[in-house]
């Protein structure tokens, strides 16, 4: 969220941050997301955008290795591996689809099984030695977690993949942490095959792990820490559901950080209520010493989340390397915690910037704005030119789930590298420059279901305290997602996204499969009530309809048909269904 207001102590930096040699815009001429806004400014290409993959005619053999969390404890006793080894025309080798029975035999036989072997590289230790079928994902392998020392440093981890006969042969490498155990602050640990978070504090006194499904907003500090010491608001927002915070710091202390002894007493108060923190480093993460200083200072609280460096360094277009620079010190001074980022642009030096966290947020900002013509700043938006408060938005709600969409394909374009989690910071102030209104609690929840539906696994907003009724309603919608069973489907799977829906183009709806039992949520885009039949075709048969966890409950089943007569305008509903299996 640029400087506008409180925070416009940003904008003051702008020049002197930006690094005019890696950009295409003059030095002197203000831009955002790398295009000039000022109507004295002329348009030009911005760059940056990101180049995909060449399609390859012949398909390849794609392996890929990672480690289950990002994290293991020496207490976890084993730690699992993710194994793909899909069939892909844009990443991999050379793939012949047979394998000899014979060396230099003639009969061969298809290629349908890759037999593997992973080591550690240091001690030379076989972790797993197994096979996976051809043109899967998602294969999981435990290991015993014995052989490492515990370290801060990460081991070195490859993975030998080969045909039956031998003759063709692929390779992967990974890394993986095994850390010492806990018994103060906290760990957190990201699931790589589904993005949950997981943590172990004092609440579970350091023993497994929790999920944790984030559902918090940015906090006015001024408003929930205020200078004169009142626990009353930070009480109040834990009060309304919200489990995680980023306090946002003003930017105007020396070291453009938190006022220390005064964060030290509300930080008891968030421990106590295992209020979880994203400790926001937006003005300092690219001074190192400063870095220094803050991870010392609150690296061993008990509701530490998560690190948290760039807030929009693509709008700002700070240097490419400064996020990933961050990330590297902050790994190497406290492996425990995730380091995460938001980016504000749809196209822009993707790969640079996200290079710099675990995981990335977004926040396009949709709402009551104008996409093609600048309110602030009376000038037409494109993808050369101007600033309308969401880059190469619509103005529709739907620009929160499409930014998601984007940023997921860009991750699974970039070679040797997993997915990361995807955070949504969804829209909950307004009237004010670029936005003309705040968005009602009605348009918060559609934000955030469509969120969940492309693959949010955590949820953010810009910024408390909003009105009282958003505060409520993004407080309620939050407690179902953060809690079970929703939870259990949203860490348990990855959604199955835009299901076939008949009857109203404006639907959007995913599913989670998870044991015998599907959550489908859908979201209506209409802001009107309308009244005709809407259709979902799942993707798989269903028995019943197990429970209705938020919304309208007369939704009927048949089969693979979900249906309702009539939504409600931005009408949002989550279900769970019992499904058939074993056919
Ligand atoms: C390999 O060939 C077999 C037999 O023709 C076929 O069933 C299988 O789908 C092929 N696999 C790939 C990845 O092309
Ligand atoms: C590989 O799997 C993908 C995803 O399930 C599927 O779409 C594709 O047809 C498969 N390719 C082959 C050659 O079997
Ligand atoms: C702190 O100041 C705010 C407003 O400035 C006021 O509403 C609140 O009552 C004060 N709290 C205490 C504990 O003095
Ligand atoms: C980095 O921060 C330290 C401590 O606040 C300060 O002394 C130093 O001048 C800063 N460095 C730069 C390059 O701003
Ligand atoms: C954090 O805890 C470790 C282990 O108890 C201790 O060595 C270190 O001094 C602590 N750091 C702070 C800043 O409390
Ligand atoms: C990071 O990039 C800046 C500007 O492009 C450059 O001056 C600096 O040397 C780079 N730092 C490192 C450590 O590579
Ligand atoms: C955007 O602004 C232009 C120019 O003032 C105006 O013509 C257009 O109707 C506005 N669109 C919206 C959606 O407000
Ligand atoms: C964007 O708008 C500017 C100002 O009207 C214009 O000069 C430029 O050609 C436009 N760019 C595109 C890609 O249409
Ligand atoms: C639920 O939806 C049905 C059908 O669209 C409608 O008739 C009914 O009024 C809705 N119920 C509530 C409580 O909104």
Known sequence: MRG?????AALVALSTIRDALAFNAPSDVPTWCGKPYMSTNQALDPGGQFVFPTVQSKPMLYVT???RYTIFLENDVFGSFIVGASISHIFGQPYNNVSYALPGGRDGSPFTTLHFKIYSEETRSLLVASSVPVNS???LFEFPLLSFIPRWEPYQVSFHGSSPD???????????YVLPSRSYGSAVKIDNLFGGLYVQNALNHWRGWYPVFPNGYYADGSYVTPS????????????????????VPSGVGPDQSYPTGQLEQYWDRMDELNLLNIYDMRFSFQNATQVNDQVQLWKNRTSLLMWYTADEPDGWAYPLNSTSLAYNQLKSLDPYHPVSLVLNCQNFYYQEYASGADIIFEDAYPVAINATWSIPWDTPCNLTYGDCGCDN?????TDVSDRLDDIQTYQANLPGQGMK?????????????YWKSIPSPAEVENMMMLSINHDAKGITYWIYPSTEDVNIGSGALGNVLKTEPALDFLFGANAIKTLQVQGE???DASAWIVGSEMMVGVVSEEYVNYDSLVTITLPEAAISIAQVLYGNSSWTLKGNQLSKTGLQGLEVSILILDVQHGH
């Open 4 to 8: 506008f207001g409180v925070f416009s």
């Open 65 to 67: 290795v990672a480690p």
């Open 137 to 139: 994902t998602g294969n």
């Open 166 to 176: 031998g003759q063709q042969s692929f390779t992967a490498t990974t890394q993986i």
């Open 228 to 247: 004169n010491m009142s626990l009353v608001n930070l009480d109040t927002y834990v009060a309304q559901g919200f489990n995680t915070i980023n306090i």
């Open 393 to 397: 938005c619509i103005g529709s709600l």
């Open 421 to 433: 989690p995807t955070w949504a910071v969804l829209q909950a102030f307004g009237d004010q420059d």
């Open 505 to 507: 183009p404006l639907v």
